[in-house]
């Protein structure tokens, strides 16, 4: 039955998140890799100040992965909720024209 939304759009935006997910472990690792040059090749007051800044990122890796996929599950409710809806209006439409036959 279609619905009063597009699920295969529904479906790749849920795909794009997973996928802006992957990039973001990518860059997690990348980043991982950059700490550790500092930390083996940076001297200095500045030093201390960089890493902060890299492990401030780091925090919030698990926040911005634990947000994509709150909005995939978001995006899953809304579907959800769109087809029963237009399931219902089916029904209850189906039945008025049973009363008018």
Known sequence: MATGINSDKMNQSKINLLDCIEELNSL????????EDILANLEGGCKSEVISKFSSIKREWPKVNQNINSYIGVLSKVESRYKRQDSELASK?????????
């Open 93 to 101: 439409t189906n039945r008025d024209i049973d009363k008018i036959g």
């Open 28 to 35: 997690s690792n990348r980043l991982d890799n950059c700490y």
